[in-house]
C-alpha cells in the first residue's frame, strides 16, 4: 500500500486528488497552512474512508522546517513515503504586474516556487536516504511557455516551476527517484475563481473560455491519480489538457452547452 503526501490538500485539486488516491488504496497525508482547515478536511475524508488511512499535518511549504516536519508526521504515520505532490499554490487577479499587491506578488512567488524547492528538497533527501520514492510538482499556466497580460506572476512562477522539474529529472537520472510534473489544466478552484469577487466584469467575460476548457475537480484528479501510480519513467509529464483536446473543445464548442458553474 503506497503512502501519498499532498501539499496544499485541504481544497481543491489537492483534495480531490487526496480522495481519488484513497479511492484506490493507497494512505494519504494531507497538509495545509491552517491547522483548523487540516483537521475539517481530515474529518471529512474519515466520513469515507478508514481513519487509518489518512493522516494530517499543518505546513507552511515556505517554511523548509515546516516542511521537514510534514515529512517526519508522514513517515511516523506510515513508516515512509512513497510519493510526495507538490501542489500548494496561489493564484493572482487578472491585473498587469504594477497594479499588483506587493504582498500578494511576494506570497505567490514564495509559495510557488519557494514551495516547490523545499517540497523537492525534503522529498528528495528523503526518498534517497529510504532507497525509492517519487516527486511530482504541480505545473499550470506558463508552464508550456505561454504567455498572457495580467497573468505575469503565476505564469513566471510556473515556468519556474517547469525548468525545476526538467532539472530535477537530470539530477536525479540513475537514482531510483522518480520526478514527473501534473499539469491539470484549466479546474475550478480558487485559482480559476480569483476575478470572481476583485473583478466580477472581467469574470464574467472569462466565463465563455472557462466553459470550454475548463473541468471540475472530480473529472481531472482521477486521470492524474491513476497516471501518477501506473508511472514508472523518470521525467514523465502528465496533461490533462492536451493540444488536442483544447483544439477539440473549440471546434465543438458552438454545438453543445457547457456550464461548469451549474450547481
Partial sequence: MKTIVITGSTRGIGRGLATEFLKLGCNVVISGRNATG????????????PAERTAGHPCDVT???????????????FGQVDIWINNAGLGQPTLPLWKQEPQRMKAIVNTNVLGA??????ALNGMLAQGFGALYNMEGYGSNGRTMAGFTIYGGTKAAVRYINQSLKKETDGTPIIVGALSPGMVLTDLLLVNRDTDPQLFEEQKRIFNILADRVET???FLAKKVLQNTKNGARFDWLSP????????TARFRSRDIFSA
Avoid: C, M, Y
Wanted: proline share 2%.
Fill in 244 to 251: 488536442g483536446k483544447i483544439a477539440f473543445r473549440f471546434l
Fill in 117 to 122: 524547492l523545499n517540497g523537492s528538497h525534503v
Fill in 63 to 77: 517554511e523548509i522546517a515546516q516542511v521537514q516536519s510534514l515529512w517526519d508526521a508522514a513517515v511516523a504515520a
Fill in 220 to 222: 481531472v484528479t482521477p
Fill in 38 to 49: 487540516v483537521e475539517r478536511a481530515l474529518t471529512e475524508l474519515r466520513h469515507n474512508f
